[in-house]
């Protein structure tokens, strides 16, 4: 039988840049094939080339064995394949039914929308599959969980057969993200085939049933769970070994460094978002603070780096109240901070490395004299820097937006690890990042602890801080709910916390 | 990112003259040479399109029409060219026969054009220096008025003072009427959050008017039936290099001066940084412990006192007093220099260069050729439309899209928070 899928020799050059080179790709009915890739590797750009939205430079595309072409999402769509992005594109104010019905809608006589019969046959949809989405909900009220359901309901709803799932879990929970395979399960058991765009080894092993590997544009090969391991899958997405597993010795805390009481924070919509959250980090420790996405960890960094003042509580640092202390002086006194949004708060865009690398010492010699910038100094040690951090970036004069999100990511952490730090507040230090990338910035994090920094780790992987930390906060709804010695606790223990359960 | 990896290997495999090339045509220099060629370009097509001879010769013969036509979008920027530099014939005889006086008359063209860029350059920086910093400082025309008012006041009623002395303190002081203008939408903003777009405007208003109010009572000419102010003293006046009717003074290097410390001060020193830093990124600014509101307070100031010099200028240095008709524009097209500069101060001294030669070179082509003024307005309004929206001109010209995002002008929103 034919495969419900074939590409052949799919290339696409972009202006300078050959994002894919001649890619094979194979799906069966009934399949979930993982395409596993580095970002940047170019599954993105097959997988918008499949949904139509590029078009390629060579290569064919089969559905059932038929040479077809696709030249927008619509006609994607009429060849049944449906993509759920990364980012979902839904009306938050409208209902399920609204935005299922978007762009295909059901007319009753005379041009009014048919909402029933919508709903009804989302109804019938949702239970098929036990997806359990209520039509009548808006989706501004639903977990995110919920609301990738209805972006999987809208190609259901438009009899998709073949699904692209572009890095579907990024934003779940690990209860959400069990319950997401198990709805992939059953879709397939109704003979939809599934391609799952990833680069989390853990869930290629455990979810899928064949995996292509993508590296720099080329397949690198074809491989089974049954036949593969999580080291020689990263092997082969990186082109070289990767040390998957970080060794690190026993912590040595030693003084508190951070010290948090009671701290109260308000978010920008002036509601509560920590609430009464106490907690010590020591110098030699890192404390990781887990949590799903905005359950008050982006305020609680921003009020330990004085980006946002608390209503509440109070902050020491190395017994100094600095509580409603600026960002300068948090530097000042020996603070570093990795900002949750990289591009947003760390870096100028439009700025070159070497200016990116002195944007908070530039004041201070040698990168100033007087108020005069030493250039020399600045250019010494952007070089200095890119070498022995490794950046990867053409010179010093390269605009920051043109290099890869890991070199961005090296390029503060170059930033903030060259000056004499005891505090360092990573927020998702590795989130986008390649699996190089990522063991990269691990292993300058325990590096960092091991000099006797204290570091406050925040981040929603749950893997991250269960590698990482020597202690673990869960937060939840703003509120600290438990703080456990990392050994002492299991993966599926901390989820449950991160969902709200504390066990009795 | 996927592109960066690739085109990394890309480049690498490509001729260097293909290089250069592919630089050259991203660079966003480019757009705005070319929307300056275009709006140059139309300028002639509207200039033959509202010449009736054109469409009297087209009855006859196409080929006779387009001949016209061409004839009369040649004639247009003939007279602009000799208006805006002098006749090159002229000069040449001029400075062969040696005589001052002829050499005089042949270059005052040329000058003239000095006169009139003098102001641009000096507004231009003002706008300049606020969009480096995120800010729409659409009040350069009030702190110009202010800036006026404050010299003649220092000109008028400060007697006495040798000229070494009194004509700088005058500019000083309308510098610090335009700052005082511009610092006062900078503190709201900085204060209560209120947008400096709207504030500077409502400033202007109070400007014009206040301007009515202080030339019909305290600043007017009591000999005069006109409310115009009394003429400045001789002391205070920004001295001319030429004899009458040159009028070309030494505004002209002051404000080239003021480009350079602009330049310094942006590019040069750590206050230059964080200002870059506050309009490249507030949040990344705030991140790195800059203090965003300050930086704002302070840009106004500045913007509003280069303004202000500006006004102090023409009132020093050319008119030598203050009517109700000064009333220049130069804030409103500082808006489009600074655009048209890409907000650098060697950019805007061009710009400021380019529409100097083009107005003064508007009259003296309404005079030599009888074409309306009008037409420079029509041109310069085009300019800035191509340069607004790059994506024509990179449609025309098939240009490349930047490599690095162009650095679009950014209504900050910060401020009010403290």
Redesign the interface.
């Known amino acids: 039988m034919d495969p419900i899928l074939e590409l052949r020799g799919i290339t696409k050059q972009?202006?300078?840049?050959?994002?894919n080179d001649h890619i094979d790709l194979t799906l069966n009915q009934g399949e979930i094939l993982a395409l596993l890739g580095e970002?940047?590797?170019?599954k993105?750009?097959l997988m918008n080339i499949l949904y139509g939205l590029y078009k390629p430079d060579e290569g064919e595309i089969f559905v059932r064995g038929k040479k077809i072409d696709i030249h927008s999402p619509s006609d994607a769509i009429a060849q049944g394949i449906g993509m759920v992005h990364q980012h979902f594109m839904l009306v938050p104010v409208f209902t399920v039914t609204d935005n299922v019905m978007l762009g295909d809608e059901y007319v009753r006589g005379g041009g009014f929308l048919d909402r029933r019969r919508a709903a009804a046959r989302i109804r019938e949809i949702s239970r098929q599959y036990n997806l359990q989405v209520d039509p009548d909900a808006y989706i501004k009220d639903l977990p995110v969980g919920l609301q990738q359901r209805v972006e999987i309901i809208k190609l259901l709803f438009r009899d998709a057969e073949i699904l692209i799932l572009d890095e579907p879990t990024a934003v779940l929970t690990p209860q959400e993200v069990n319950e997401l395979f198990a709805i992939m399960k059953s879709l397939v058991e109704h003979g939809k085939s599934i391609i799952f765009i990833t680069h989390k080894l853990r869930e290629v092993m455990e979810f899928s049933n064949r995996i292509t590997v993508i590296r720099?544009?080329r397949v690198v090969g074809t491989t089974t769970p049954q036949e593969a391991d999580q080291n020689k899958l990263a092997a082969m997405m990186v082109g070289r070994q990767i040390e998957l597993q970080i060794e690190k010795k026993p912590a040595e805390p030693g003084e508190v460094v951070l010290q948090v009481r009671n701290l109260k924070v308000l978010d920008t919509r002036n509601l509560i978002a920590v609430d009464d959250v106490s907690f010590d980090v020591r110098a030699g420790e890192i404390l990781g603070i887990a949590g799903v996405q905005g359950n008050g960890q982006t305020e609680l960094v921003r009020a330990v780096?004085?980006?946002l003042h608390p209503v509440g509580g109070e902050i020491r640092f190395l017994g100094k109240k600095v509580t409603h202390a600026?960002?300068?002086?948090?530097?000042?006194l020996g603070s570093a901070?990795i900002?949750e949004d990289r591009q947003?708060?760390?870096?100028?865009?439009?700025?070159p490395v070497k200016?990116n690398l002195v944007?908070?010492t530039?004041?201070q010699p040698p990168f100033?004299r007087g108020?005069?910038?030493n250039q020399p100094s600045i250019y010494a040690n952007a070089e200095e820097l890119i070498r022995k951090f490794d950046i990867r970036t053409?010179s010093v004069m390269t605009?920051l937006?043109?290099?890869?999100?890991g070199n961005q990511q090296k390029v503060i952490v170059a930033r903030e690890f060259s000056r004499p730090i005891k505090l360092l507040v990573a927020s998702q230090p590795t989130r986008g990042l390649d699996v190089g990338s990522i063991e990269y910035i691990h292993h300058r994090l325990i590096e960092k602890r091991d000099e006797g920094c204290a570091v406050l780790l925040v981040s929603t992987e749950l893997d991250e801080i269960m590698e990482l930390s020597d202690r673990i906060a869960v937060m939840y709804r703003g509120r600290i709910l438990v703080t456990i010695d990392a050994k002492e606790v299991t993966k599926e223990q901390i989820g449950l916390y991160m969902a709200g359960i504390v066990p009795a | 990112?996927?592109?960066?990896?690739?085109?990394?290997?890309?480049?690498i495999s490509?001729k260097p003259l293909v290089v250069f090339l592919d630089e050259v045509t991203r660079s966003p220099m480019m757009v705005n040479i070319l929307a300056i060629v275009t709006g140059l370009f139309l300028g002639g097509v509207i200039a033959a399109l509202t010449t009736e001879n054109v469409y009297v010769a087209l009855k006859s013969s196409l080929v006779e029409g387009l001949k016209i036509a061409l004839q009369a979008a040649w004639n247009t920027y003939k007279a602009l060219f000799l208006g805006a530099f002098g006749d090159p014939q002229r000069i040449v005889t001029a400075l062969q026969s040696g005589d001052w006086s002829q050499i005089n008359r042949a270059l005052s063209p040329l000058s003239e054009s000095l006169v009139q860029a003098t102001p641009y350059i000096f507004a231009g920086l003002a706008v300049a220096l606020g969009f480096r910093v995120g800010l729409f400082n659409i009040g350069a025309e009030g702190q110009i008025f202010v800036g006026a008012l404050a010299a003649v006041w220092a000109g008028v009623f400060i007697k006495g003072l040798p000229p070494i002395i009194h004509a700088p303190l005058a500019l000083l002081i309308g510098g610090l009427g335009g700052a005082i203008w511009g610092l006062i939408p900078g503190w709201l903003k900085a204060k209560t959050g209120a947008h400096e777009v709207i504030n500077t405007i409502m400033m202007n208003y109070i400007a014009f008017r206040l301007s009515e109010y202080l030339l019909t009572g305290v600043l007017r000419d009591p000999a005069k039936t006109t409310p115009i102010s009394a003429p400045i003293e001789r002391s205070a006046w920004i001295p001319r290099l030429f004899p009458y009717p040159n009028r070309f003074h030494v505004g002209f290097f002051i404000a080239l001066f003021m480009a350079f410390l602009v330049y310094l001060l942006l590019f040069?020193?750590?206050?230059?940084?964080?200002l870059r830093?506050v309009g490249?990124?507030p949040?990344?600014a705030?991140?790195?412990?800059?203090n965003i509101v300050r930086s704002m307070v302070i840009t106004m100031a500045l913007s509003g006192g280069l303004a202000g010099l500006a006004g102090a200028n023409e009132v020093l240095g050319v008119n030598r007093n203050l009517g109700v008709a000064f009333s220049s524009g130069y804030g409103f097209d500082s808006i489009a220099l600074a655009l048209l500069g890409n907000s650098h101060p060697l950019g805007v001294v061009l710009a400021s260069l380019l529409f100097g030669f083009l107005r003064n070179g508007a009259i003296q082509m309404q005079l030599t050729a009888g074409i309306p003024i009008d037409i420079i307005s029509i041109i310069q309004a085009m300019i800035l439309a191509f340069i607004a929206a790059p994506a024509i001109i990179r449609t025309i010209y098939r240009l490349?899209t930047p490599?690095?995002?162009e650095?679009r002008l950014q209504i900050s929103s910060a401020g009010g928070s403290s």
Not at chain 1, 14 to 19: I, K, M, T
């Open positions: 972009f202006p300078g840049v050959l994002a970002n940047g590797a170019g993105t750009t720099a544009g780096t004085g980006l600026t960002p300068k002086e948090f530097f000042e901070h900002p947003k708060d760390g870096l100028v865009l439009t700025y200016d944007l908070n530039y004041y100033a108020v005069i910038l053409p605009m937006s043109s290099l890869s999100g | 990112m996927e592109k960066q990896n690739a085109k990394a290997k890309g480049r490509q040069k020193t750590t206050w230059g940084f964080e830093t490249a990124n949040n990344a705030r991140y790195a412990g800059m490349k490599k690095e995002p650095i």
